[in-house]
């Protein structure tokens, strides 16, 4: 993905985790996170999605091969956006 290759894990009006994160996101990175969750979720986490963020009470916000972004919540999959740019637009306010 091109915001982690750019920016690293940052603040993009979530936290988005990458292979290294700035101070405030914290060390645990996108591999660390789409492990775990893919050993506790593996019938809803595809091999080939990936968790990008977490939600305000623990579930993982993952993408999926085709770019769309989702939440694990309970073991649904709920869509959030078609697109990662489309879930920054959406969740970006500038100040």
Known sequence: MQFMKMFGGAYA????????????IGNETVIDLTLAFRQQFSEVLSPTSYV????????????????KVFLCDYGINQLLAESFEQLIEENFFEW
């Not at 990008?52 to 770019?67: K, Q, R, T, Y």
């Open 13 to 24: 009006g979530l936290a988005v985790l990458a292979f290294s994160n700035g101070s405030s």
């Open 52 to 67: 990008i963020s977490m939600d305000g009470e623990g579930n993982p916000i993952f993408m999926d091969s085709l770019g």
